[in-house]
């Protein structure tokens, strides 16, 4: 598939960014592009707002999956494209319009030229929220596709065009959501004696939370918790009854994970007492870590020796991904494909090179050949 064809889908993607689990015009697009495909070696099948698509081999002694992510973000675009989201308050930040255009070149590929192995396209929703990757992991329909071995990409801005990035082990960390909400009691700015003052017990909270990492957490290890929005008040001279905090907890093992909360929720019952307020937690979406299996990202870099592109060894990284779920159960690997943006992954700037495209179905229609 030619760079223009490829530019055209993004473009189209690109324009029509939908949160998890509302990707209707998202997948209709999909679905009628494949299927004006060669339909002879084809099965699709709908999962909610995804899509399986199974390419029959030459032989099928194995399948071979790839992931492509299908959501956008709840995020104003400020590119200035001519191509800018119609969707107001949505956007593709996160680079899943790039993940759905190449995913869409190598199965074009692939129908018109079946590899020797059964190959599995999984169009999965909710990437970003509130998780597809797990229920379409136990959905009945992943079990008439369920692949052998399976991996997926993620675009990296940092990387130039050409390179990709992969690592044996661990890549990605666990992640949580995090929304704590305080209750206190309310009152006029004059009286704070006879209140309890919501506003005070979370600024408090948010400084009490970066103890965790300090003094809790084993500095061999790593984790992160960032408190990204906080919410209190009416008015300037009344005194909150509530707030509430949004953020995301990130670690590099499963083990610091539940450390972290165990440790938030004591916090939590100490403020009630101190604070005479009421304090409740929701983590929200959880995502397991990536967790690259070896021996298939060793085979990935020798494919990549018999292509024009580079790879680089990766580094970890805090970055979550839902993906993991899926190389907890099917064995694999993600890797970062380079698309140099000067803007990173979830801003409103973020400008991917669209030169990334034919390398990205290059590199995925030759995995799927090989894997």
Request: aromatic share 8%.
């Amino acid at each position: 598939m030619q760079q223009e064809k490829l530019t055209s889908i993004r473009r189209d993607l690109h324009k029509i960014p939908e949160l998890g689990f509302e990707e209707f015009k998202t997948q209709q697009y999909l679905l009628d592009y494949i299927a004006a495909l060669p339909q002879e070696a084809l099965t699709v099948e709908t999962w909610k707002t995804g899509i399986f698509v199974r390419v029959k081999g030459e032989t099928g002694d194995k399948t071979v999956g790839y992931r492509a992510d299908i959501d956008g973000l709840p995020l104003k675009e400020e590119t200035g494209f001519p191509f800018s989201s119609t969707h107001e308050g949505r956007m593709h930040a996160c680079g899943h319009d790039f993940h759905m255009t190449i995913a869409l070149g190598a199965l074009t590929r692939l129908a018109e030229d079946p590899a020797d192995d059964d190959v599995v396209f999984i169009f999965q929703p909710a990437e970003e929220g509130p998780g597809g990757a797990e229920p379409m992991l136990e959905s009945e329909m992943m079990e008439h596709f369920r692949p052998d071995v399976i991996f997926g990409l993620h675009i990296a801005p940092d990387l130039p065009v050409g390179t990709v990035s992969s690592k044996p082990g661990l890549l990605f960390a666990n992640t949580s959501e995090l929304f704590i909400d305080f209750t206190g009691v309310g009152g006029h700015a004059a009286f704070p004696h006879l209140t309890h003052d919501m506003v005070v017990t979370a600024s408090a909270f948010v400084t009490h939370l970066q103890q965790i990492i300090a003094r809790r957490v084993d500095p061999l290890d790593s984790a992160v918790i960032t408190v990204g929005k906080i919410e209190a008040g009416t008015v300037q001279n009344i005194i909150s009854q509530n707030a509430r905090l949004e953020g995301t907890v990130r670690t590099l093992s499963p083990d610091a994970m539940d450390k972290v909360k165990k440790e938030i929720e004591k916090i939590a019952r100490g403020f009630e007492i101190a604070d005479d307020c009421k304090i409740a937690i929701d983590y929200g979406s959880n995502y397991h870590q990536v967790f690259n299996e070896e021996t298939h990202v060793q085979l990935f870099k020798k494919i990549m020796e018999r292509t024009p592109y580079n790879f680089q060894e990766a580094k970890m990284a805090m970055t979550g991904e839902d993906f993991g779920y899926m190389l907890r159960e099917i064995p694999g690997f993600m890797f970062w494909l380079g698309v140099d943006s000067e803007a990173g992954l979830h801003q409103s700037t973020l400008k991917p090179d669209e030169e990334a495209l034919v390398v990205g179905v290059d590199i995925v229609e030759q995995t799927l050949r090989e894997l």
